[in-house]
């Protein structure tokens, strides 16, 4: 009964993060809207504040919203693909995508997927952070200015792949230090066996005492 208890609420858990990942990409959509595409309708400052509150929301619930992100950006290899084959933007016949930018878009989502599957199994670094904001700021950034989508892209693929890099040679580094550590103390526990002692008996005290 715990069990399905448990379940269940992770399954609501699941979903409210979903739902707020929904209204965090509308905020983004609008702030876009508003503070890039000049025209009839609010101000500019309008769309950089919605902007500014979707940066502060990321940034404070990475920890949550980084266990779907796999799942957000497999939306974004479908949609690619989709260019890719039907050669313009999903749902917008009109906008013509080329090959080059479909390819270019399908490796980012691709990357980015597969690496971001690592970083939902461990406690975020801070190079982890900076290139989960990066990757966002770059998706914002090709989102407003099309034209840029290669080197946009391109930075963005570029952070997580460093930040995946640094985090291999760390936990490298970290198990070379403790494999270093564990061989250093077998000769000393060597030393106290010759001596006829026990791990942890004082030195002087005979092996049959109790």
Known sequence: MGKKAAEVKQGFRRAGLWLLGGGWLGLIIAGIGIGFRPGPGPPAFVGWALLAVAAAIALLTMDHWVKVFPGLIGYGVLGSILELTDGHAVNLPQDPVSRTDAITSLLFCVVGAAVSVTF???????????????????????????????????????????????????????????????????????????????????????????
Do not use: C, N
């Open 120 to 210: 939902a199994r461990r406690k975020l670094r801070a190079t982890d952070r900076v290139a989960l904001f990066g990757f966002l700021f770059s998706f914002v950034w090709y989102v407003a200015d099309p034209k840029s989508m290669q080197i946009a892209l391109g930075t963005g693929m570029a952070l997580m792949l460093f930040a995946w890099l640094y985090d291999r040679l760390q936990r490298r580094r970290g198990h070379r230090s403790r494999s270093a550590s564990h061989g250093a103390g077998a000769p000393r526990r060597r030393r106290r066996a010759d001596a006829g002692l026990e791990p942890g008996r004082p030195v002087g005290e005979p092996l049959g005492r109790q």
